[in-house]
């Protein structure tokens, strides 16, 4: 069996081994490697981006490296293989939680519970609940399941179809790092810069492909492509931009405005100003967006990587079976 049929099948293992079974609350392989790296941050940091480079390159390193022993001690068994890849597969991705979470506090909301629904944003996104109504709070879910979508599930699967398993621990890692370190704050905003920059760009074709699967997935394709086109470049994120526009036009509501994290305002530029206000009920249809993208991205990844892989083939083939320049050579003086 092939590295590309591996990566199917064990891909698809895992995108139902978390639609199953979910995160689990103890012992999750992500909250882990958070440990070990919150372990390396406390010998290593120092107000410098050299420092910060460092922890990003032992951390990241660190698991692409775990990935690449763990996928050539198995390497002779096709059975193994597909395994691993569904174990790294189920771990790196979030696509499960990140529903459930929503859904809990689109419930909460749709009952009036604004409480309820205060006390659950948390476990979602890092907003200050208590500065926002309900339709705040819906707005901060959608857009949190827009961003989820390609940070713990597009993303992985792309650099999954890329590098196997290494390439799914090295892009959970570096997510992982951008959201522990990556923030400007006065402790991070010189330690956490190399980390928030490589999630920057491991995060780039992920949300590409998420927001063109969101624009084909979406009920409105025109308004989803017409949003990315006209907003996303406004948004602060370079990544988050393209995706939650995308959403925002498929939805057909606005995303953006003012925030509030830790006390912190921010006022960033509204997506898809001809959309209507987010809703309560706009959080099962982001939702049910969100999991067909993961399924199509599924489906883009694996017949990627075996499409490549056929053509990779049959481009050996040929050159196997051509006669050698020498031999070339010699049919010519002889003709």
């Not at 979470?101 to 909460?108: D, H, L, V």
């Not at 399941?145 to 792309?158: I, Q, Y």
């Amino acid at each position: 069996m092939g590295a590309s049929r591996v990566f199917a099948y064990g891909a698809a293992a895992g995108l139902i081994g978390d639609l199953l079974l979910g995160d689990p609350r103890r012992g999750h392989p992500v909250a882990a490697f958070g440990r070990a790296a919150g372990a390396v941050e406390r010998v290593l940091w120092r107000d410098h981006r050299g420092w910060g480079a460092l922890h990003t390159a032992v951390c990241a390193g660190g698991a692409v490296a775990l990935g690449s022993v763990a996928a050539r001690a198995v390497r002779t068994s096709p059975a193994a293989s597909v395994a691993l890849t569904a174990a790294a597969t189920w771990a790196v991705v979030g696509g499960t939680s990140l529903a459930r979470e929503a859904r809990t506090i689109g419930r909460a909301l749709e009952a009036g519970d604004v409480e309820a629904a205060r006390a659950r944003l948390p476990h979602l996104c890092g907003r200050d609940p208590q500065a926002l109504d309900a339709d705040g709070m819906a707005r901060a879910v959608v857009e949190s399941v827009a961003e989820n979508t390609s940070d713990a599930v597009v993303g992985a699967l792309v650099w999954g179809a890329v590098g196997g398993v290494p390439g799914l621990l090295g892009f959970r890692a570096v997510n992982t790092l951008d959201a522990m370190v990556g923030h400007k704050s006065a402790r991070y905003r010189r330690y956490g810069w190399a980390s928030a920059r490589l999630d920057d760009l491991a995060g780039w074709p992920g949300a590409r492909l998420t927001a063109v699967l969101a624009a084909l997935a979406g009920p409105d394709p025109r308004g989803a492509v017409r949003a990315w086109r006209a907003d996303a470049a406004q948004h602060p994120s370079p990544n988050a931009g393209p995706v939650e526009a995308s959403f925002a036009g498929a939805l057909g509501v606005r995303l953006g405005g003012t925030l509030s994290y830790g006390g912190r305002v921010e006022h960033r530029p509204v997506l898809n100003t001809g959309g209507r206000a987010v809703g309560t009920r706009d959080v099962e249809r982001a939702v049910r967006l969100s999991k067909r993208v993961t399924w199509l991205a599924l489906g883009v990844c694996a017949g990627a990587r075996l499409l490549t892989s056929a053509r990779l083939s049959r481009g050996a083939r040929s050159l196997g079976s051509a006669p050698s320049l020498r031999g070339a050579r010699s049919l010519k003086r002889g003709k």
